[in-house]
């Protein structure tokens, strides 16, 4: 059984309340599922995906996949494997790339992804089951909006 899923507005006032909201979010999700998780440099999204790879036990892996279009990270969830792929679009430049590197193959697959500056493709809005959008309101207050 899943968790409840969460939804909503929150605010965020460090980077370790924004990696906590992370982990209450992870805790519904599930292989299969594609977040798109959104925020202008500097919002906060690598906090809030080491907060999702911690309730996978697959924060030691994480690095920021900004110069390699993906990681994968191997995790578990409920004493079961899970493979968490984190995507990074930032430098993609076209959907020809996009299609080139097999993106659309990684987000059919029966592991939870994760996608940065996924907003940046309009035709990949259909593929993601949740959305995650930080914003900074303050020097270290970040409101994480969750749909």
Known sequence: ??????????LSHSADETREYARRFASGLGPGQTVCLTG???AG???????????????????SPTFSLMNIYEGSMRGRPVELHHFDLYRIESEKELDAAGFDDYLSGPFLSVVEWGERFSSLDRRYTRRVELLITGDEQRKIVIS
């Open 45 to 63: 999204k690598t906090e809030f995906m080491r907060g999702i790879a911690e309730v996978f036990g697959c924060e030691e892996q994480l690095s």
């Open 40 to 42: 202008t440099l500097g």
């Open 1 to 10: 059984m899943m968790a409840q899923e969460m939804r909503g507005e929150f």
